[in-house]
């Protein structure tokens, strides 16, 4: 199953230059299996970088990331990343691109396809099975990207602000989406935002990253049932909360700006 | 883990989305406004064509010319039923039947260039590679090819001829060595600029370096190729044509330069005639095969 572990956890850029940055202190969290977990910060705080490290993109200068008790030490299948830029690759088809993990592996391609139309319905892309990507409209792309993740079965999905790029309309359609992809599956997901609200909708427990170098202020569990209403005083309380948060963290020149820009989804 | 429990997500199922479903772009759409356009295009390049032969003549008609060194177009062009002077040894082109001697000294020019641009592109790309994938590999030769590539193809005919004799062989040497080094650099370049997500994506999905390079970095870096290699076209084929006339005494190039010995200008004419329509056309080729080998790329990429 996917449990995941941060163990003290740092990491410093340049490292041994003169110019070495730290971006991440002393991270330490669990995320349990089948948790959905998103990381909350000011921009420049490193939760791309965590997520990276997670995902075994980048390892960390001090501390251990654990995957089923594991030492994370490269990639691995098992936990697909999910980036904010579109990834799909421009030469090959829908299917091919969700069943690339599967060419990967050496499928045959006959059962890669079978998979990768399974999976491709679920997203409600089938009939476009054989379009291209620049075919598609962004949130298309991003269902696709999910798609690629489960045709190989991953069980933690790592998504880096994945629906920052879309418009607030399919925004919010894309995380109804995948809450009812998550919901009865089984996997875990650690999904980064700077979005206070998307935090506060999808989330089991909120994970809330200080203004560089990112430490971790609060970890806070969100017991509301879903589909959460947005507009309820409980859902306000917990955006005032995270606000109040974020306000006292980011005190940089462009502070209020960026709290106007985490607030910007759907209610304002 | 969803194959185990395929009925929970299947009930999540999306309902497929409706806004404008994109369409796969029509190469040619049936609007018969494109009809209009291309044969407004055809009557400019008619009208151009025509004008420039028709000042020729009358310039010829008026006697303003000397038709020994500058002969009117009819004059050259009706050249081509003398299919005789194409057996000469200098032009060495094949006897095949009555009327197609001529076309035998284009198949042999474009034999060559087409071998050679092959050639080349499949070298830089392997050696590109390579000197990507092995860093240390690429620093052994990186300066040696930077230093090699401004050398003009022209200017390795010479050695071409040394090393390969007259024929075949020392024409596609020069078209190779022209593109090889230009290429090989070209992929380098291109292999660096390849977009970081998608070497992540692959990685992610569990590649291996060498996975990352056959599925990520060759597919990525074929477009850039095509372009750098449609560019040097025209250096390419300018190179075989002198090969052709200082050495490789067959070909497109030996017509113009047998016409010149024989003073006859007619024969000049009429091969360099039939160079620049060939080589327009080859072009048109090319440019066509990337349009369909490249056609996930927008037109304004390519």
Not at chain 1, 235 to 255: D, I, N, P
């Amino acid at each position: 199953m996917g449990e995941l572990v941060c163990q003290q956890v740092g990491k410093v850029w340049g490292i041994d230059t003169a110019e070495q940055v730290s971006t991440l202190e002393d991270i330490s969290f669990s995320v349990q299996s089948g948790e959905f977990v998103v990381i909350i910060g000011p921009s420049g705080c490193g939760k791309s970088t965590l997520l990276s490290m997670l995902a075994g993109l980048e390892s960390p200068t001090s501390g251990m990331l654990l995957h089923n008790g594991q030492p994370i030490t490269g990639p691995n299948p098992d936990r697909s990343l999910i980036f904010q830029q579109p990834s799909l690759l421009p030469w090959l088809s829908l299917i091919d691109n969700v069943a690339f993990g599967l060419t990967l592996k050496g499928m045959s391609k006959k059962e890669r396809y079978r998979r990768a139309e399974n999976f491709l319905s679920q997203v409600g892309l089938r009939s476009f099975a054989k379009k291209y990507p620049h075919q598609l409209s962004g949130g298309m792309q991003q269902r696709a990207c999910i798609a690629r993740a489960l045709c190989l079965g991953a069980d933690i999905i790592l998504m880096d602000e994945p629906f920052a790029a879309l418009d607030v309309q399919t925004r919010y359609n894309m995380q109804k989406f995948l809450l009812d992809i998550w919901e009865g599956s089984g996997k875990t997901v650690v999904f980064v935002t700077h979005h206070i609200d998307e935090a506060v909708y999808l989330a089991d427990r909120v994970i809330i990253l200080s203004a560089r170098p990112g430490r971790i202020l609060d970890s806070v569990p969100i017991n509301m049932p879903r589909p959460r209403d947005v507009i309820s005083p409980e859902f306000e309380q917990h955006r005032t909360m995270f606000v109040e948060y974020l306000r006292s963290e980011v005190t940089k020149a462009f502070a209020e700006q960026e709290l106007a820009e985490m607030l910007d989804t759907r209610i304002k | 883990m969803v194959e185990s429990n395929p009925k929970t997500l299947e009930t999540n199922r999306l309902t497929e989305p409706t806004p404008n479903p994109p369409v796969r772009p029509k190469r040619r759409s049936s609007n018969p406004s494109w009809i209009k356009t291309a044969l407004i295009n055809i009557g400019w390049w008619i009208l151009s064509i025509g004008l420039f032969l028709g000042i020729w003549e009358v310039m010829t008609l008026l006697g303003w010319v000397n038709t020994l060194i500058l002969p009117p177009p009819h004059q050259f062009l009706g050249e081509i039923a003398n299919q005789d002077q194409f057996l000469m040894p200098q032009i060495g082109v094949e006897r095949t039947g009555a009327n197609f001697v001529a076309l035998t000294a284009i198949v042999a020019t474009l034999k060559r260039v087409l071998t050679g641009l092959l050639l080349g592109f499949i070298a830089a790309l392997i050696f590109g590679c390579l000197a990507a994938y092995f860093k240390i590999f690429g620093k052994l030769t990186l300066p040696v090819i930077t230093l090699l590539a401004p050398i003009a193809p022209v200017a390795w005919i010479p050695l071409a001829i040394l090393a390969f004799g007259i024929g075949d062989r020392a024409a596609i040497f020069v078209v190779f060595i022209g593109i090889f080094f230009i290429l090989t650099l070209g992929t380098i370049n291109s292999i660096n600029k390849v977009d970081q997500v998608y070497i992540n994506t692959a990685r992610v999905l569990g590649a291996t370096r060498s996975q990352v390079m056959r599925h990520i970095i060759i597919p990525a870096i074929i477009p850039d190729l095509f372009v750098i290699l449609r560019m040097n076209l025209f250096g390419a084929w300018m190179a075989v044509l002198a090969a052709e006339m200082v050495g490789v005494n067959t070909g497109l190039g030996a017509i113009v330069m047998v016409g010149r010995q024989m003073f006859n200008a007619k024969l000049m004419f009429l091969g360099m005639a039939i160079i620049g329509v060939v080589g327009y056309l080859l072009d048109v080729a090319f440019a066509q095969i990337q349009k369909r080998v490249l056609w996930w790329k927008s037109n304004a990429q390519i």
